[in-house]
């Protein structure tokens, strides 16, 4: 079993930062991309920040310059620092990882974590 475990969330001013935290365990035998997505209520999840394995990066426009995402291979744990924060980040942010469970497993397979608030105060 594989599980992806999010940690960081909470209640921060405009302004403020948080730093999000997500541990892959389990079964691993090797994860290619993790991802950040956020959802709002009402509203479309929708992808906030990307790192491949080699480490290249991409982020939503909206978030570009004041996050940043980050991992740990040896750790199976990938960051997300939130600078600036502003009321329209205040979502449920999931963490998102491809992970190939087994040496003999055909492909990656897509895991989420259970989410974890922010919440930004005006």
């Known amino acids: 079993q594989v599980q992806l475990l999010e940690s960081g969330g909470g209640l921060v001013q405009t302004g403020g930062s948080l730093r999000l935290s997500c541990a892959a365990s389990?079964?691993?035998?090797?994860?290619?991309?993790m991802a950040w997505y956020r959802q709002a209520p009402g509203k479309q999840r929708e992808l906030v920040a990307r790192?491949?394995?080699?480490?290249?990066?991409d982020y939503a426009d909206s978030v570009k310059g004041r996050f940043a995402i980050a991992r740990d291979s040896a750790k199976n744990t990938a960051y997300l620092q939130m600078n600036s924060l502003e009321p329209e980040d205040t979502a449920v942010y999931f963490c998102?990882?491809?992970?190939?469970?087994?040496?003999?497993?055909?492909?990656?397979?897509?895991?989420w974590g259970q989410g974890t608030q922010v919440t930004v105060s005006s």
């Open positions: 998102n990882a491809e992970i190939k469970p087994s040496p003999l497993s055909i492909g990656y397979r897509n895991y």
């Open positions: 389990g079964s691993i035998a090797s994860i290619n991309a």
């Open positions: 790192i491949t394995s080699g480490g290249s990066t």
